[in-house]
């Protein structure tokens, strides 16, 4: 089962980025091979009907560059605020001290009228970024079909948000 082959060769980092924190570290599933080709093929197979990628920065530019090369579509990147060249719209949202915010160029979805967009990240927490990212898509078009993590942390009900607007939630490893 992809599932556990996925808890299996992602490392945990106690204490980072602080204490009490278990990191969940994704670069010993990015260099074995054939862990990452199989999370790639799930999304992949799921969704070769959609019409874009979207990835959230930064580890969701890794797989969601991956998938839409697998599906043969385009990728946009969901970027923090300042890091995009072109004219942007963005969408704040808050952080356990403070906010941030995300941006996406506003022609990111080029010409198609209402393009179905499957938003990707490696992992989702209390669920503020993808929310924010749903949010962002939607100011310009786009419909988010589904939302796709390799890792869900369960016991912080972040994928709740993101059902509660009404989109899929389709995470492989739960925690």
Known sequence: M???????????IPDYPKKGIIFKDITTLLNNAEVFK?????????????????????????????????INKGFVPLRKKGKLPYTTVSEKYALEYGFDEIEIHID?????????????D??????GTAEAAVKLIQKIGGIVVAAGFVIELTFLDGA????????????????
């Open 122 to 127: 490696d992992l989702i927490a209390t669920g």
């Open 108 to 120: 990111a979805f080029k010409d198609i009228k209402n393009p179905k967009i499957l938003l990707v």
């Open 2 to 12: 992809l599932e556990e082959k996925v808890k299996k060769v992602i490392r945990d």
């Open 38 to 70: 199989e999370v790639i093929d799930y999304f992949a197979k799921k969704y070769k009907d959609i019409d874009f990628v979207c990835g959230i920065e930064s580890r969701g530019f890794i797989f969601g560059s991956a998938i839409a090369y697998a």
């Open 160 to 175: 709740k948000k993101i059902r509660d607007l009404g989109i899929k939630v389709d995470s492989i490893a739960k925690y």
